[in-house]
């Protein structure tokens, strides 16, 4: 059996013969091929690539994502040191000096997910923010002309979902 040898290291017959054709249209000795096992370094990085979204990445419930430390305080997902948080929340930690004990959120007060300035941002306690939601979608009962209730309506608002069923 044949040992194929690149410099002083024994290779397969395969990875012989593709290092030797990549050095050909390289132009340069099989030994100076690089290995590229593992590495897709040919992506576009950065704003050159055609994905590229100004730096945000946005979830599919509408929130901007920004990266953070693995030590942010709630920080998630990402792979080594780096880690994702909601940016509203990351805005407004930075703003308090503190993070959001387990009993609060932010709460956007135009209901628009991507406007982030502080302004735009108060804390709340999970209750009060959900009975603002709640207040916000409010059942309007109506009555029928023989006094029963008619069908529940639900006040229709501008920034409910797509989908939502009221």
């Keep these: 059996m044949r040992e194929y040898m690149i410099g002083d290291k024994v290779v397969s017959k395969t990875t ?15 030994e100076d091929v690089p290995n590229m096992q ?11 690539n055609p994905r590229w ?21 709630h920080s998630f997902g990402g792979k080594g040191d780096r880690a994702y948080c909601y940016e509203h929340i990351a805005v407004m930690v930075a703003h308090m000096g503190r993070p959001l004990s387990a009993s609060e959120v932010v709460h956007h007060k135009n209901q628009d997910r991507t406007d982030n300035r502080i302004e735009n941002l108060v804390v709340m306690q999970c ?5 603002e939601h709640a207040k ?5 009962r109506t009555r029928n002309t023989d006094g029963t209730f008619a069908k529940l309506r639900y006040r229709t608002l501008p920034w409910s979902m797509p989908g939502d069923p009221r």
């Design 16 to 30: 012989y013969h593709k290092k030797r054709r990549r050095a050909e249209a390289l132009g340069c000795a099989i």
């Design 38 to 48: 593992g590495r897709h370094g040919n992506n576009l990085r950065g704003s050159a």
């Design 53 to 73: 979204n100004s730096g945000q990445l946005v979830t599919s419930h509408g929130y901007v994502l920004a990266r953070v430390s693995r030590q942010h305080p």
């Design 127 to 131: 209750g009060k923010h959900v009975s």
């Design 136 to 140: 916000a979608r409010a059942a309007v």
